[in-house]
């Protein structure tokens, strides 16, 4: 269970990466965006459920959904900018 949850962010985040690639305008990277911010809330209750106790991958995995949650809102400021 603790490793099909952790296998799942790190998926998440490589989905989130493919959308980026086919982005047309910044409503695309709003969504893509919206998508990272479900799976951190979704990671935030997989983790809780197994008592945090995940040798340190779902700390990671939130970690690497964080960063790409940042980098998506960045871009989508970006872009809107332009």
Do not use: C, P, Q
């Given at each position: ?17 493919v ?25 935030d ?15 990671k ?8 949650e940042?980098e998506?809102?960045l871009s989508?400021?970006?872009?809107k900018?332009?």
């Amino acid at each position: 269970m603790k490793r099909a949850l952790t296998i799942a962010a790190f998926g998440l985040t490589f989905v989130a990466g493919v959308a980026f690639s086919y982005v047309k305008d910044w409503h695309d990277l709003d969504a893509v965006h919206n998508h990272v911010v479900e799976a951190l809330h979704e990671m935030d209750r997989a983790r809780a459920a197994n008592h945090f106790d995940m040798a340190g991958h779902g700390a990671k995995a939130v970690d690497h959904l964080k960063a790409a949650e940042n980098e998506l809102r960045l871009s989508v400021e970006a872009a809107k900018k332009e």
